[in-house]
C-alpha cells in the first residue's frame, strides 16, 4: 500500500515554497494526506508521542500517524479529561472524535501518566484496538532488550491482525532500510542547522522534519533528498544572531509562529523537537533478527529526553553535551504548560546550566497559543544582554 | 466466626494503626538520628518484602507528603518546593519531600532518614521523576524496577502465555539485577530464608486485606473507606512483610468480623452507600469524610484501597519454595491490578457496585495526580452507559489547598445527595 502520493505540493518547488508547502500541511486540520491515503485504501496506525517503532506498522502496508496534538479545540475531548492536563492528550483525542483523522489502530505509551491513560479513553471511544506499548522503563536492565524485542513482536501480531497480512522479517528489514535513509537525511538537516545555521531557521527545518509523521516515510525521503541541496544554495547572509538549543519539544510541540519569533533573534542550532523522529541515532543493523536489532537500536543508540529514565543518559549532562557539540551558545528551556516530565526537568536543567554558566531563558508555551509578543520582547532582552554583554 | 465475644475489640483497629504509625515514625526519627541510610520507596510496588532482608529503614514518601496536608503544613512544603524552581502544576507529593529534604528530613511526624538508596516502579511515572531528584540530590543508587501492566482494557494475560511470560522474564531478572545492589549498598548477604519469612507476612496481610475489603459487603458497613480505610491502607504499606503488619491485619479481619457479626456499623444511621474513586482530599481530610457522613452515606468501598496498597486487594499468595520466582510473579500481577485500578477501571467498578451493594459513586479527580486523574471523566461516562447510577463528579487536590474550596465542594455533596434521596423516593413510588 504506497502507490498513492499522498503530499504532492512540494514536488516542483523551491526550498522557500517547500517550505511553505510544509507548513501548510502542519496548520491543515483536515490532515488531507491522512484523508489521501485512507481514499486510496489504507490503513492508518496513529501512535501517540514520543518514539515509535514505526517499521513494523510500515512493514504491514499502513499509513504510521503520528499523533502529536494538532491546531483544533478540544470542543468535544474536553468533556473526557479532567481540566488539569496538557493541551496534547485533549486535541489528538479530538483529531479522532471529529472524525478529521480516521484511524484502524492507536498505539500509546508509559512516557507519562496522562499519555498512559490515554489507550483506556481511546479504547472506552473507539471500537478499534487501543493499547499501550510497554517501552521498558528500566534500560538499565541487561534484559531490557530481550524483553523489548518480545513485546515489539507482540506488536507485530497485532498490526498483522490490523493490516490482515503478515509481517515477514524480510517486510521490516526493507522498512528499516527506508527509515534509515529517513534518519540520516533528518541528520544531515540538523547538520545544516548546526554549520550554517543562516541557511535554514527554527521553523523552516522544523516544517520539514515534522511532516514526516504525516506522510509515507518515502515520501518524506523523497522531499528531505529534494530540499537539502536547494537549502544548501540559498542566497542567504549571516546575521548576528545568538546560537541556541531549544530543550523541551520532545512531545506536544511549539506553534509554528512561536518557532518563527525565536528564529528572528536566534539561529536554533539544535533541538529536541519532535525527538521520536530523530530518536535513532545510526542504521539499524540490516543483518539477522530486525526486531532485535530494533530493540537494541532503542535502547543503545538513541538520544534522551525527559520521559525515559537511562542512568548512561543524565539528561542534564546530555542538554550540556547538546549545547556544546551545536557550539551554542545559550539554551532555551521550555516546557509544555501542565507538563510534568517537562516541568519537573526545567528545573534540573535550569540549575545545571547555572552550574555551568550557560545562559538560559526559560519559557512554557501551549501548541495553541496565539500571541507570542511579550515572549519575544523578553527572548530580545536576554538575547540583547548576551550580544552587548 | 469471631473468636472474641466482646466489643472491646470494636475500634481495635484504628487504634493499633495509630500505635504502629507512632512507632514506625519513632523509628524512623531514630534511624534519621543514628545517620543511617535508608531504603525510599513507593506505595505500589513497594518491595518492601525483599528491602526489610537488607535491614533497611523504609521510607514511603507518598505518606510523608500526605502526613503534611492532614495536618495542614502542606501549603509551607509546597511554597519552598516553588521557591526552588517547582511549578504549581505538579504533583504535590513530590513537592512537599523536596522541602523535606531540603529541611534535612523534618516532618510534622518526626525526621527521616536519607536515602541509601530508591527502588521504585513505574506504576507511576512520577516516582521515576521524583526518583530522579534524589539521585542528583544524594548521588545515591535509584533503582526502577519495570512493570509491564494491561495492553488494553480486559487483554490482561496470565501465566503460560507467551507474552505474560516475557513480563515475567522481565520483572525477575530486574529483580536479581537489583540484588547485588542492594547487598552492596547495605553491606547486608541476601539471605533466601529471610526473605521467605517476610513474604510468609506478605501472604497472610494480603489474604486478610483481601478479607477486610470484602467484609464491607455487610450491611451497614464495617469501615469506611476513605477514614478508617486509609489507617488500614497505612498499616498495609509500612508493615509489608512485618510480622507486625501481619499480625494486625489477621486482628483487623477478626474485628471486622466480629461487627459485621454483630451489625454493628460505622454510622448509627447508614442510608447510602458509596464507592470512592481518586486519592482523598487530605488538606480537609476529616472534614471531607464528614461532609457525607452527615448525611448518612458512607464509603464501602474506593479504588484508593485498591491501586495504593499495590494490587494487595487480589490476595496473591507467594510460592515460597521459589520465593524469587514467585516474587516477580507476584510483583507483577499485584502492581497490574493497581494500574488497572486506575487506567481500566470501568469493569472493575461495576464489579465493585454489585459486591458492595453501592447506591452511588463519587468521582474525585486532583490536580495533582495525572495518573488517577486523566481519564475519570471519560471512565464515568463509560461507567453511565453501562450502569444507570448516580455519581459526583469534584475535582480538587490532595496536597494543595489553593485548589479546595470547602464550600464549593459541600454544594457538590449536598446536591448530590438530594439527588440520591428524590431517586430513592421515586423507586418507592414506583414499588421498586
Known amino acids: 500500500m504506497t502507490a498513492v502520493t499522498t503530499f504532492p505540493e512540494w514536488q516542483g518547488q523551491s526550498a522557500d515554497g517547500m517550505i511553505a508547502v ?54 468535544q475531548a474536553d468533556s473526557r479529561f479532567g481540566s488539569y492536563l496538557c493541551s496534547i492528550v485533549k486535541t489528538s483525542l479530538e483529531l479522532v472524535l471529529s472524525r478529521r483523522v480516521e484511524l484502524e489502530l492507536f498505539v500509546t505509551h508509559p512516557i507519562c501518566d496522562a499519555a498512559r491513560n490515554l489507550a483506556a479513553v481511546w479504547g472506552r ?71 550554517v545555521p543562516w541557511l535554514v531557521a527554527a521553523d523552516e527545518a522544523y516544517a520539514l522534519m515534522a511532516v514526516g509523521g504525516l506522510i509515507p516515510r518515502e515520501e518524506h525521503n523523497s522531499l528531505l533528498g529534494r530540499a537539502l541541496p536547494l537549502l544548501r544554495t540559498r542566497d542567504l547572509r549571516r546575521h548576528d544572531r545568538v546560537r541556541v538549543v531549544f530543550e523541551g519539544g520532545f512531545c506536544e510541540q511549539p506553534p509554528l509562529d512561536l518557532l518563527r519569533a525565536i528564529a528572528r533573534s536566534c539561529y536554533v542550532v539544535d533541538d529536541d523537537l519532535m525527538i521520536g523522529l530523530r530518536w535513532i541515532l545510526e542504521d539499524v543493523s540490516m543483518d539477522g533478527d530486525p526486531l532485535h536489532h530494533l530493540a537494541h537500536a532503542y535502547l543503545e543508540r538513541s538520544s534522551y529526553s525527559p520521559v525515559q529514565h537511562d542512568l548512561r543518559k543524565p539528561k542534564e549532562e546530555m542538554l550540556l553535551h547538546r549545547i556544546q557539540a551545536a557550539g551554542a551558545q545559550a539554551a532555551i528551556v521550555t516546557a509544555a504548560k501542565m507538563c510534568e516530565p517537562g516541568l519537573e526537568e526545567q528545573v534540573t536543567y535550569t540549575h545545571a546550566l547555572e552550574a555551568a554558566g550557560v545562559p538560559f531563558f526559560v519559557s512554557e508555551f501551549e501548541e495553541n497559543m496565539t500571541s507570542f509578543e511579550t515572549l519575544e520582547i523578553q527572548l530580545e532582552t536576554f538575547v540583547e544582554n548576551l550580544l552587548f554583554d | 466466626m469471631p473468636t472474641t465475644a466482646d466489643d472491646t475489640i470494636v475500634g481495635r483497629g484504628n487504634a493499633d494503626g495509630a500505635r504502629l504509625f507512632r512507632e514506625w515514625f519513632a523509628g524512623l526519627t531514630a534511624a534519621a538520628e543514628a545517620g543511617r541510610g535508608s531504603a525510599y520507596v513507593f ?49 504535590g507529593y513530590v513537592k512537599a ?33 521524583w526518583a530522579e531528584i534524589w539521585e542528583r540530590m544524594y548521588k545515591v543508587p535509584v533503582v526502577t524496577i519495570d512493570i509491564p501492566g494491561t495492553r488494553a482494557a480486559g487483554t490482561q494475560t496470565w501465566p503460560g502465555n507467551p507474552d505474560f511470560e516475557n513480563d515475567r522474564a522481565y520483572v525477575l531478572a530486574q529483580l536479581r539485577e537489583l540484588i547485588p545492589t542492594l547487598e552492596r ?16 507476612h506478605a501472604n497472610t496481610m494480603n489474604t486478610m486485606w483481601g478479607r477486610v475489603l470484602a467484609l464491607n459487603a455487610a450491611r451497614p458497613s464495617v469501615f469506611n473507606a476513605l477514614s478508617d480505610g486509609t489507617i488500614y491502607l497505612g498499616v498495609a ?12 491485619f489477621t486482628e483487623l479481619v477478626e474485628e471486622l468480623e466480629y461487627k459485621s457479626a454483630h451489625g454493628i456499623g460505622t454510622l448509627t444511621d447508614e442510608r447510602y452507600r458509596l464507592l470512592f474513586i481518586g486519592v ?115 475535582e480538587s487536590d490532595m496536597m494543595d489547598r489553593r485548589v479546595v474550596s470547602e464550600a464549593q465542594l459541600k454544594n457538590r455533596i449536598d446536591a448530590f445527595f438530594e439527588g440520591l434521596a428524590s431517586r430513592r423516593a421515586q423507586a418507592a413510588i414506583r414499588g421498586d
Request: proline letters at 6%.
Open chain 2, 185 to 200: 549498598v547495605s553491606g547486608v548477604r541476601f539471605d533466601i530464608d529471610r526473605l521467605r519469612e517476610a513474604m510468609g
Open chain 1, 22 to 75: 510544509c507548513r501548510e500541511l502542519l496548520e491543515d486540520d483536515t490532515y488531507p494526506t491522512v484523508r489521501r491515503w485512507r481514499e486510496a485504501g489504507g490503513k492508518v496506525v496513529g501512535h501517540f508521542q514520543v518514539y515509535f517503532p514505526e517499521e513494523i506498522v510500515h512493514g504491514a502496508g499502513m499509513l504510521p500517524f503520528k499523533v502529536r496534538g494538532g491546531p483544533v479545540e478540544p470542543a
Open chain 2, 237 to 248: 504499606n509500612g508493615f509489608r512483610g512485618a510480622p507486625e503488619g501481619a499480625r494486625y
Open chain 2, 43 to 91: 506505595v505500589m510496588g513497594s518491595l518492601a518484602e525483599l528491602l526489610r532482608t537488607f535491614d533497611f529503614p523504609i521510607v514511603f514518601p507518598e505518606i510523608n507528603s500526605l502526613q503534611t496536608a492532614v495536618r495542614r503544613v502542606a501549603h509551607e512544603y509546597l511554597n519552598e518546593a516553588e521557591d526552588h524552581g517547582y511549578s504549581p502544576d505538579i504533583c
Open chain 1, 125 to 195: 471511544n473507539f471500537p478499534y484496538p487501543c493499547q499501550i506499548l510497554y517501552l521498558p522503563q528500566n534500560p538499565n536492565s541487561a534484559h531490557a532488550v530481550a524483553y523489548l524485542r518480545g513485546e515489539y513482536d507482540r506488536l507485530r501480531r497485532t498490526v498483522e491482525t490490523v493490516a490482515g497480512r503478515a509481517v515477514s522479517d524480510d517486510d521490516l528489514r526493507r522498512s528499516l532500510t527506508i527509515y534509515n535513509t529517513n534518519r540520516a537525511l533528518l541528520r544531515e538537516l540538523y547538520a545544516l542547522k548546526r554549520d
Open chain 2, 97 to 129: 519531600d523536596v522541602a523535606t529534604q531540603l529541611r534535612g528530613g523534618e516532618l510534622p511526624m518526626g525526621r527521616i532518614p536519607k536515602p541509601a538508596i530508591a527502588v521504585y516502579t513505574n506504576a507511576c511515572n512520577t516516582y521515576i521523576k
Open chain 2, 280 to 394: 482523598p482530599c487530605y488538606p480537609i481530610f476529616r472534614r471531607f469524610t464528614e461532609m457525607f457522613t452527615e448525611l448518612g452515606g458512607t464509603f464501602v468501598g474506593s479504588t484508593y484501597l485498591r491501586f495504593a496498597s499495590g494490587g494487595a486487594n487480589l490476595g496473591f499468595t507467594y510460592d515460597l519454595a521459589r520465593p524469587l520466582e514467585s516474587l516477580a510473579e507476584g510483583l507483577l500481577i499485584g502492581v497490574r491490578d493497581a494500574m488497572d485500578n486506575m487506567f481500566f477501571q470501568t469493569d472493575i467498578l461495576i464489579q465493585m457496585l454489585d459486591d458492595l451493594g453501592a447506591d452511588g459513586l463519587v468521582y474525585h479527580p486532583i490536580k495533582s495526580c495525572r495518573t488517577v486523574s486523566t481519564g475519570l471523566a471519560d471512565s464515568r461516562r463509560a461507567l453511565l452507559a453501562a450502569r444507570d447510577v448516580p455519581s459526583l463528579f469534584m
